[in-house]
């Protein structure tokens, strides 16, 4: 059926085209392209102009209708690609939610809260990642994005956002900038964030990016995250995209009370820890290991 009404829709508009002349490569691409076209959408509109379009003394209406024809080509090319990226958005969503379900043991829930599901399923992975790894970007694994550094794995992302309990209005230190993903699923929960990267040609990309997209809730600089950043001390949440040695002790210090931070502690060569920090009132911190992962190392002078 697909077959009979690609057919009858490039003999339709090839009707329409005919005076271009039979072999003509105009005429050969414009038929190319729209033998891939939607049929109904492109006939009805067609049919419209083949009734309506009153072209100015001179203008050849076949010629017209060609424009119309080849500017609708644009338009359907677009669509499709919004679709098929909606598609793997919704399709990274369902491997998250299955992660999550797998592992409820380890993080103590079986879903993750409504506003981080949101947040996941709203920032646009793909404009985070190199133009060669865009086909890939909703695959649910890091990804490379040069200098040696990786963008975390979308289920890595969402639980360690999702066990740090934000709230809109919180200050949020993430450290290991990145190409900017993670503090944009973190701006996408109207919290304030302050992202921290040693790399400085990934660190000055990401913060274009973050301004480009819109993000104007982040903040973003260069520097050793080891030290945090005091000048916005102290947070509600600290975030470690690098697996350190230990937890620096200036990021326990410019955590607030009641505060949470996520960081994941071991060497490169050895186990590392998902480690869940809350600071308590009286300043000391209890700590829970949530699950092995696999970082990069948190480098600086330290």
């Not at 646009?124 to 649910?140: C, L, Q, S, W």
């Not at 060569?269 to 990069?296: C, E, H, S, W, Y």
Request: proline residues 7%.
């Amino acid at each position: 059926m697909a077959v009979a009404y690609r057919q009858h829709k490039v003999q339709y508009v090839g009707y329409h085209i005919g005076s271009i002349g039979e072999n003509s490569p105009t005429r050969v691409r414009a038929l190319r392209m729209i033998s891939t076209l939607p049929v109904y959408p492109l006939l009805r509109l067609l049919k419209q102009w083949q009734v309506a379009i009153a072209p100015a003394p001179g203008v050849c209406r076949r010629s017209v209708l060609l424009i119309t024809v080849l500017c609708l080509g644009g338009f359907a090319a677009v669509a499709l690609a919004g679709a098929t990226e909606r598609a793997a958005r919704e399709r990274m969503m369902r491997v998250i939610e299955a992660d999550v379900l797998a592992t409820s043991r380890y993080l103590g829930k079986k879903s993750l809260t409504p506003s981080v599901l949101e947040a996941m399923g709203n920032v646009a992975r793909h404009e985070f990642v190199p133009e060669a790894e865009r086909d890939v970007a909703y695959e649910n694994r890091p990804l490379p994005i040069g200098y040696g550094q990786t963008i975390s794995q979308p289920y890595i992302v969402a639980i360690m956002t999702d066990l740090l309990e934000l709230r809109a209005g919180q200050q949020v230190l993430e450290i290991g900038t990145g190409s900017g993903y993670q503090a944009a699923v973190l701006a996408a929960l109207d919290t304030n964030v302050y992202t921290m990267e040693i790399i400085e040609p990934l660190g000055r990309q990401a913060a274009q990016r973050l301004e480009t997209l819109g993000y104007d809730r982040v903040e973003a600089r260069i520097g050793d995250g080891y030290y945090g950043w005091p000048e916005h001390a102290p947070y509600d949440a600290i975030i470690v995209t690098a697996a350190a040695g230990h937890v620096p002790p200036p990021l326990i210090e410019q955590l607030k009370p009641g505060g949470r931070m996520m960081i994941p502690v071991g060497s490169r060569f050895l186990t590392q820890q998902l480690v869940l920090i809350t600071k308590n009132a009286d300043g000391t911190v209890t700590t829970r290991q949530i699950l092995p992962v696999r970082f990069v190392p948190l480098t600086g002078d330290h």
